[in-house]
């Protein structure tokens, strides 16, 4: 079955500093990647979305690339914000709306002043 | 205001007993979504429903019973509620088109005792 794996449980960084979270994926069908972000106590909501390879996705200061050679799409951020504290969620759709999201462990990140 | 909404945001009950949760969105889509998220913060599609069509999970206990009166609601009904559904249960909505991302509710966090 389909499956996305990402950076494992807590990265903690200075506002700031850089953001990088890790996501690879595997699947045998094509696909659409995203990433949500969660804030403690509210929805889920899309912070990217691709399908295209190669191609840069940018969005409120964060941007991924899909990767389907190496089956990756990293996020990044330049500059980390105190408000970016939150979990962050890579997901993949499979070409088939009714599947719904296959979702990673969410990689919880906590940004320090 | 165009959003998904649910109904209750909490739920304490005991085991053995009947919970529903509703939701409902006002965004125009016309396909619908539960997912459990557990304490781990696992997230796990339960069901999809479209145009009548329902999509189960086939881990999905049977106790468990999505319910719908048109494309706007999706209801979920548990039967007889055991320890391991305490969880928080997000509702989602998205149009039917492949790689359209989903916008969730704010979920119903459901303790049982």
């Known amino acids: 079955g389909d499956s996305v794996t990402q950076t494992e449980g807590l990265v903690t960084l200075t506002e700031g500093l850089p953001v990088m979270l890790n996501c690879t994926y595997q699947?045998?069908?094509?696909?659409?990647l995203f990433w949500y972000v969660q804030h403690l106590n509210e929805a889920p909501k899309l912070l990217l979305k691709?399908?295209?390879?190669?191609k840069r996705t940018e969005h409120q200061g964060f941007h991924a690339t899909l990767h389907k050679s190496s089956s990756s799409f990293h996020l990044q951020k330049s500059s980390a914000q105190l408000s970016d504290s939150a979990l962050y969620y890579c997901?993949?759709?499979?070409?088939?709306?009714?599947?719904?999201?296959?979702f990673g462990l969410g990689t919880r990140v906590s940004v320090f002043p | 205001e165009t959003a998904v909404f649910q109904t209750p945001n909490y739920h304490v009950t005991q085991v053995g007993n009947e919970v529903s949760f509703n939701c409902k969105q006002t965004?125009?889509?016309?396909?619908m979504y539960w997912y459990k998220q557990d304490s781990k913060k696992l997230l796990k599609i339960m069901f999809s429903?479209?145009?009548?069509?329902?999509?189960v999970n086939e881990t999905v206990p049977r106790r468990f019973s999505p319910q719908s009166s048109d494309k706007a609601h999706l209801n979920l009904r548990i039967k007889s509620v055991e320890p391991e559904d305490s969880a928080v249960y997000l509702c989602?909505?998205?149009?039917?088109?492949?790689?359209?991302?989903?916008?969730f509710g704010p979920g119903t966090r459901l303790t049982v005792l």
């Open positions: 989602a909505s998205s149009r039917r088109d492949w790689g359209y991302e989903q916008y």
């Open positions: 699947t045998a069908y094509s696909t659409f």
């Open positions: 691709s399908s295209t390879d190669n």
């Open positions: 997901a993949l759709n499979r070409g088939n709306y009714a599947q719904g999201l296959t």
């Open positions: 965004l125009g889509h016309d396909t």
């Open positions: 429903y479209n145009n009548k069509q329902l999509i």
